[in-house]
């Protein structure tokens, strides 16, 4: 990789949301170590076995988002696929955790050279850039922000609407509400740390300061919109190699797939659905009635040890990279690392997306031809069926393949290394823009 830094540069990368928020960071914080940095994740403390296993320094931030999600509420909120509810719901659990998050991310960029803030921890970076004089990068594994009338904000429409005015109004609605539900939280603790009260929203202060800001996706399934500014690059996405991990080596899984032809793949990652018993009754029916196996990967959804048929395997966790290669098809939730990671494979998929750019990812998988999309909330038996009927005819299938052959697994990894060892060169040279704070 270009741009090597001295090992002495160390980069602390603050981390909030589901394993799909979180692996992606991993990823780049190998790719950053192997290029000469030390990066330190600090996320919620039921990653940190998972960070700690690929040899990243860790620093916890004291919440459980795994244990939010699986809760009555959570799983509630999830399922209603409502981004309404989702943001409501989201903004209150972020109220309870604020000061935890603060703190977490307060002690783990004490003795660093840089930070890099990711989407749910942009105002809390941005902060603490301006109080410690640090450097920040903005990284992003979904199109939230900047502002473009080239598509709609994925939180309230998956589709981009008849005209760009009404795009960038989703636009900024969205950072505005986002921000109000923040703010009073944030300039509390501005105001310990003797910093003045801030109105500037995340995505004003990154155009303001021309902060890089990396977007760790791309093509086939976004093209970079012609409104954003020079400092918004496409990286393309960042995918982990989880080769000698424990998910990767897991010999009853080595067994089914030589057992037998390919098989599908049904999992829904960190989404816990509210009855995960009728939706692996439902899988098990449509597989058999096709005449295809299947692996389950669980995910954090509570299957626990259920019974399966003969034609089924049920997991708790799967290494994507390893499996879905080996298999026909994929039906899952459609977050962005586990889309994409499909795309890398080049197996088509049946999207059942449940929130937030889930929906924005599906939609794209089927304009490109290589999948389809349904809302979560209309699973059922007959979408099921209908949907790997669908991925699994031969157009779909060549157009995945097609498509899969177009990703590189490392360049969204160096491609990230290089844009941020050059933005730290140039900061370090005195020509990046002085901080705007309000």
């Known amino acids: 990789m270009t741009g090597r830094l ?45 960070i700690k296993q690929h040899g990243i320094d860790y620093a916890p931030i004291d919440m459980n988002t795994e244990e939010g999600l699986k809760s009555p509420e959570g799983r509630a909120w999830l399922a209603a696929g409502n981004s309404r509810a989702f943001i409501r719901h989201l903004s209150a659990l972020m109220k309870r955790h604020r000061r935890n998050l603060q703190k977490g991310c307060w002690e783990a960029c004490q003795g660093a050279n840089a930070i890099i803030g990711t989407a749910m921890t942009l105002a809390e970076a941005a902060s603490l850039s ?52 923040v703010r009073e939280d944030l300039n509390i603790w501005r105001a310990e740390m003797g910093l003045a009260p801030t109105r500037t929203t995340p995505s004003k202060w990154l155009r303001l300061n021309k902060t890089l800001t990396l977007h760790h996706y791309g093509e086939p399934l976004f093209q970079r919109p012609r409104d954003w500014m020079p400092q918004n690059v496409l990286t393309g996405p960042l995918f982990l190699n989880e080769a000698g991990t424990p998910a990767s080596s897991g010999a009853k899984l080595t067994r089914f797939l030589e057992a037998g032809e390919p098989p599908a793949f049904l999992g829904f990652g960190s989404m816990p659905v509210l009855d995960p018993e009728a939706v692996l009754t439902m899988a098990a029916r449509v597989t058999e009635r096709l005449g295809i196996r299947a692996v389950v990967g669980a995910g954090w959804s509570q299957l626990g040890d259920s019974d399966v048929p003969k034609h089924m395997l049920l997991l708790k966790s799967v290494d994507h990279g390893r499996l879905f290669p080996k298999c026909r098809a994929l039906v899952h939730h459609g977050g962005a690392g586990t889309t994409f990671a499909g795309l890398l494979s080049g197996r088509p998929a049946a999207v059942y997306s449940v929130f937030a750019d889930q929906p924005f990812w599906g939609e794209r998988l089927k304009q490109t031809g290589a999948g389809t999309h349904f809302r979560f909330s209309e699973f059922s038996e007959a979408t099921l069926l209908k949907g790997l009927q669908r991925v699994l005819g031969p157009a779909v299938r060549d157009r995945a393949e097609q498509l899969g052959k177009q990703l590189e697994p490392e360049a969204g990894a160096e491609n990230s290394v290089a844009e941020i060892s050059r933005y730290l060169r140039v900061s370090r040279s005195g020509r990046l823009a002085k901080g705007h704070s309000a």
């Open 6 to 50: 001295p090992a002495v540069d160390k980069i602390t990368i603050l981390c909030l949301g589901t394993r799909g928020d979180v692996q992606p960071y991993v990823a780049l914080a190998s790719a950053l170590k192997q290029s000469g940095f030390t990066p330190k994740i600090a996320a919620p403390v039921n990653f940190e076995a998972f």
């Open 130 to 181: 301006e109080k410690l004089r640090l450097p920040m990068v903005a990284s992003l594994i979904y199109p939230l922000l900047p502002r473009s009338s080239s598509f709609a904000n994925f939180l309230v429409a998956a589709k981009s609407l008849p005209t760009g005015w009404m795009n960038s109004l989703t636009h900024m609605l969205v950072e505005r509400m986002a921000f109000a539900d």
